[in-house]
């Protein structure tokens, strides 16, 4: 393959990650799920981070720190960071033929460092289908016939990625069954929503993103649907993400992977449960940017950051 | 909820659309009047005999109201070429104080025709003696346009050139409704000049 001439490129040959050495005694086991099926793990959703773009937003699940994270430099299970900036609603471009309704596009790209397995500077396959899964989510909610001739650009950028599975299962890093993918696409909806009110774009409701999975129980030899799965604490047979309106009990978006069975309703109803917890926060969040803003204009308040920080339970 | 004024989020219920008239930011479903944007809420009284509901509306907390140019918005655009018939300039930003900056990109694209340029004698009017390449001007929309550019006029004594510098490239000031005065060399240059609000 011809290499990128307008980057700075890796080493032909590849490089080897560092190893850091651990006791030989050092047992690594598999991170357990401390929280219970129907729990969400906390979000940190903030908006208005990017002041050149008309609409931003920041999207985090902290990693959890368990008492083996301390022993290990590596943390035992991944987390979550996404950015969102929404440019528009601007003018289409020169060569564009005229629309009557706005212009939709999104693009959602990996940093290189996003994952265990780095991905590159080009948007590979696997990006493009979350774009358009994000599209579709987002097409249903925006209001596009009051935004004639122009155009509106949501881009994300992943920072960091949830796995695919968990890293010491020599096969789980390798197999990826893109169980890690359903969680960035519900991150990826939410952040997404939160960056379109801030930007002010007309949409119907606030669409928020959930994701669900049928996996294996630790304790028993069944199966058990738990919400908002991390890859690296669960053995997944299915999971399930949806984009809901709440208010309209409407989804505009949803993607399965799996076979399910019987239990896919089920997993369908879970999925929408996540999604009205993490709407709870999107709520808040966006209720928090247009106070700060209100002041911002009513008051001439010069400090922006004197605002306080949110970080709300699911 | 600490605020006076009450905040409403998308997809909030503001009321039937039996006992409130839908407002800008605002949008029907079935028979309920729903919320489109995070916002402020206001309710206007109804002036008009004909609507007796009070008019809902969610405000963007943007100062300017609205995100796009419409029929009747004061703007602020750049000149970016002039030709004898027309002026072409691209908007910078919404509100006659620019209270709402149209971020990222290159603005959006309008046309002052010749005829728009002042409301009398609008047939001696002359493009170049109105506006320069690179002048700050004060417009107002009145047509969508086609479907590249918008139409604007400056046809109201507070509209036209509000910024511009001189050939030499010194900073001018207005000194009557249709000069511009360099401030150092004292040089005098023709424009539509906007009356000073």
């Given at each position: 393959?011809?290499?990128?001439?307008r980057?700075?490129?890796?080493?032909?040959?590849?490089?080897?990650?560092?190893?850091?050495?651990?006791?030989?005694n050092?047992?690594?086991?598999?991170?357990?799920?401390?929280?219970?099926?129907d729990e969400?793990?906390?979000?940190f959703?903030?908006?208005?981070?990017v002041?050149?773009?008309?609409?931003?937003?920041?999207?985090?699940?902290?990693?959890?720190t368990?008492?083996?994270s301390?022993?290990?430099?590596?943390?035992?299970?991944?987390?979550?960071?996404?950015?969102?900036?929404?440019h528009?609603?601007?003018p289409l471009?020169?060569?564009?033929?005229?629309?009557?309704?706005?212009?939709?596009s999104t693009?959602?790209?990996f940093?290189?460092?996003?994952?265990r397995?780095?991905?590159?500077?080009v948007?590979?396959?696997?990006?493009r289908d979350?774009?358009?899964?994000?599209?579709?989510?987002l097409?249903?909610v925006?209001?596009?016939e009051r935004?004639?001739?122009?155009?509106?650009?949501?881009?994300?950028?992943v920072?960091?990625?949830e796995?695919?599975?968990?890293?010491?299962?020599?096969?789980?890093?390798?197999k990826?069954?893109?169980?890690?993918?359903?969680?960035v696409l519900?991150?990826?909806?939410t952040v997404a929503?939160?960056?379109l009110?801030?930007?002010?774009?007309?949409?119907?409701?606030?669409?928020?993103g959930?994701?669900?999975?049928?996996?294996?129980d630790?304790?028993?030899n069944g199966?058990?649907i738990?919400?908002?799965?991390?890859?690296?604490e669960?053995d997944?047979?299915?999971?399930c993400?949806?984009g809901?309106?709440?208010?309209?009990?409407?989804?505009?978006?949803?993607w399965?992977k799996?076979?399910a069975?019987?239990?896919?309703?089920?997993?369908?109803?879970e999925?929408?449960k996540?999604?009205?917890?993490?709407?709870?926060v999107?709520?808040?969040?966006?209720k928090e940017?247009?106070?700060l803003?209100?002041?911002h204009?009513?008051?001439?308040?010069?400090?922006?950051?004197?605002?306080?920080?949110v970080?709300?339970?699911? | 909820?600490?605020?006076?004024?009450p905040?409403?989020?998308?997809?909030?219920?503001l009321?039937?659309?039996?006992?409130?008239?839908?407002?800008?930011?605002?949008?029907?479903?079935g028979?309920?009047?729903?919320?489109?944007?995070?916002g402020?809420?206001?309710?206007?009284?109804?002036?008009?005999?004909t609507?007796?509901?009070?008019?809902v509306?969610?405000?963007r907390?943007?100062?300017?109201?609205?995100?796009?140019p419409?029929?009747?918005?004061?703007?602020?655009?750049?000149?970016?070429?002039?030709?004898?018939?027309?002026?072409?300039?691209s908007?910078?930003?919404?509100?006659?104080?620019?209270?709402?900056?149209?971020?990222?990109?290159q603005?959006?694209?309008?046309?002052?025709?010749?005829?728009?340029i002042r409301?009398?004698?609008?047939?001696?009017v002359?493009?170049?003696q109105?506006f320069?390449?690179?002048?700050?001007v004060r417009a107002?929309?009145?047509?969508?346009?086609?479907e590249?550019?918008?139409?604007?006029s400056?046809?109201?004594?507070?509209l036209?050139?509000?910024?511009a510098?001189?050939?030499?490239g010194?900073a001018?000031?207005?000194v009557?409704?249709?000069?511009?005065?360099d401030?150092?060399?004292?040089a005098?240059?023709?424009?539509?000049?906007?009356?000073?609000?």
């Amino acid at each position: 393959m011809q290499a990128d001439r307008r980057r700075v490129n890796a080493p032909p040959g590849g490089t080897t990650p560092p190893v850091f050495a651990t006791p030989s005694n050092t047992p690594i086991a598999r991170p357990v799920r401390s929280r219970q099926p129907d729990e969400h793990r906390k979000i940190f959703l903030r908006t208005g981070f990017v002041p050149s773009a008309s609409g931003s937003a920041y999207y985090e699940i902290p990693p959890e720190t368990t008492s083996q994270s301390k022993t290990l430099l590596i943390p035992s299970s991944s987390s979550l960071k996404i950015t969102c900036t929404v440019h528009g609603p601007r003018p289409l471009p020169r060569n564009a033929a005229f629309s009557p309704n706005l212009l939709l596009s999104t693009h959602v790209k990996f940093a290189p460092f996003a994952t265990r397995s780095r991905k590159g500077y080009v948007r590979d396959s696997s990006e493009r289908d979350l774009g358009m899964h994000l599209e579709s989510a987002l097409r249903g909610v925006v209001i596009g016939e009051r935004w004639p001739k122009s155009g509106c650009e949501v881009v994300i950028t992943v920072l960091e990625g949830e796995e695919d599975g968990w890293w010491g299962d020599a096969q789980g890093a390798e197999k990826s069954g893109g169980w890690g993918m359903m969680g960035v696409l519900a991150g990826c909806i939410t952040v997404a929503s939160a960056a379109l009110m801030d930007a002010g774009i007309d949409c119907v409701d606030m669409v928020s993103g959930g994701v669900a999975a049928l996996a294996s129980d630790e304790r028993g030899n069944g199966t058990r649907i738990v919400l908002d799965p991390s890859p690296s604490e669960h053995d997944i047979k299915a999971a399930c993400v949806v984009g809901y309106l709440q208010s309209r009990d409407e989804i505009t978006e949803m993607w399965m992977k799996g076979n399910a069975g019987v239990q896919t309703e089920a997993l369908i109803d879970e999925a929408v449960k996540a999604a009205v917890m993490t709407r709870s926060v999107l709520g808040e969040a966006v209720k928090e940017s247009v106070e700060l803003k209100a002041n911002h204009t009513d008051r001439n308040v010069k400090e922006k950051g004197s605002a306080n920080d949110v970080t709300m339970t699911g | 909820m600490s605020g006076p004024i009450p905040l409403s989020l998308p997809g909030q219920i503001l009321g039937p659309t039996s006992a409130n008239a839908i407002g800008s930011g605002t949008h029907i479903h079935g028979t309920q009047l729903y919320s489109s944007v995070a916002g402020t809420l206001h309710s206007t009284p109804s002036t008009t005999k004909t609507v007796k509901q009070p008019t809902v509306s969610v405000q963007r907390p943007n100062g300017a109201g609205t995100l796009l140019p419409e029929v009747g918005t004061v703007v602020l655009g750049r000149i970016t070429r002039t030709n004898p018939r027309q002026a072409n300039l691209s908007i910078l930003a919404l509100g006659a104080q620019g209270e709402h900056v149209c971020r990222d990109g290159q603005g959006f694209p309008a046309i002052i025709r010749q005829q728009d340029i002042r409301a009398t004698e609008i047939d001696k009017v002359v493009v170049a003696q109105s506006f320069r390449v690179g002048d700050i001007v004060r417009a107002v929309v009145i047509s969508l346009g086609d479907e590249r550019s918008y139409y604007l006029s400056t046809a109201k004594n507070e509209l036209g050139v509000v910024m511009a510098v001189s050939e030499a490239g010194n900073a001018m000031f207005p000194v009557s409704w249709k000069e511009f005065q360099d401030g150092v060399s004292g040089a005098r240059e023709a424009r539509k000049v906007a009356k000073p609000v």
